[in-house]
């Protein structure tokens, strides 16, 4: 409680108000969905001065509101708005969006595909469509997982910024399985072949028995919006020869996924 007298108070001597404060908080969160911007930039954009753009960027990005890219002076929308924004998707909850493109998926591959949403650092599992297939892996709809031992969370982790990367990197990394990677240079590397390939499979690092892959979905150009995968039992998935060609087909869904999202797309 004295906490928030003495910051109220420090407000009202500036001359800004906590209303105030929010609505410029607000502004500069379009500004950056719009573009990833610098301080200066983001000044410039939303009519603020560079200190008092500073001082909202710091709050915002503690709350994982805002994240730097990897130079370190580039701010975008962070993972926090990106969860938010699966609440509502566009009038639509995110899940009933990406169902039908889940839905076609399964049926392609012939395994269960889901799509999850960035949850602090883990994944938080929103929607699944079950393959026609007699036998099926558990649904994982509502369940949060640490983002390293499953593919989808990778694929989000290749887009962190650095900082906060190498944050997760320097924690405790829990090992679910025997083939669970745990080693920061090891998963420095997936993560580069990640940006490189544009998806990535995990072999038995989760559950013992289960295989996936995972692609990246963005609500506009590098704003990460979550991850679509596909997952089935490690003695028939991946069929023999075909790895390449899944993930062919799921980094394709999740481009459609993408250009549905992406509301800032040109429609000719």
């Not at 004295?2 to 410029?24: A, F, P």
């Not at 558990?138 to 900082?163: C, F, K």
């Not at 420095?188 to 544009?198: K, M, P, Q, V, Y």
């Amino acid at each position: 409680m004295r906490d928030n007298r003495l910051q109220s108070q420090r407000h009202e001597g500036s001359g800004v108000t906590g209303v105030q404060s929010v609505e410029r908080a607000f502004e500069i969160l379009r500004a950056l969905a719009i573009e990833p911007s610098g301080v200066t930039d983001v000044g410039r954009a939303v009519g603020l001065p560079k200190s008092t753009v500073a001082r909202l960027l710091a709050t915002l990005e503690s709350l994982e509101a805002v994240e730097r890219l990897a130079d370190g002076i580039t701010y975008r929308v962070g993972s926090a708005i990106g969860a938010l924004s699966a609440a509502v998707g566009g009038g639509q909850n995110l899940d009933v969006r990406m169902r039908p493109l889940l839905r076609r998926l399964a049926d392609e591959i012939g395994e269960d595909a889901g799509f999850s949403v960035p949850d602090g650092d883990e994944v938080y599992y929103i929607a699944q469509a079950d393959a026609r297939n007699a036998v099926q892996v558990r649904d994982w709809t509502g369940t949060s997982i640490p983002a390293h031992l499953v593919p989808s969370g990778l694929v989000m982790m290749a887009h962190w910024p650095a900082e906060r990367l190498e944050r997760y990197l320097a924690g405790e990394l829990l090992r679910s399985t025997p083939h669970t990677v745990t080693e920061p240079a090891e998963i420095r590397r997936r993560l580069d072949d990640i940006r490189s390939r544009g998806a990535i499979w995990v072999h038995e690092e989760f559950k013992i028995g289960i295989t996936s892959v995972a692609a990246p979905v963005f609500w506009r150009p590098g704003v990460l919006a979550g991850a679509i995968h596909v997952h089935g039992p490690a003695y028939r998935f991946p069929p023999e020869g075909a790895a390449e060609s899944i993930a062919a087909t799921v980094r394709a869904v999740a481009h459609a996924a993408s250009d549905m999202l992406d509301t800032t797309a040109v429609v000719a």
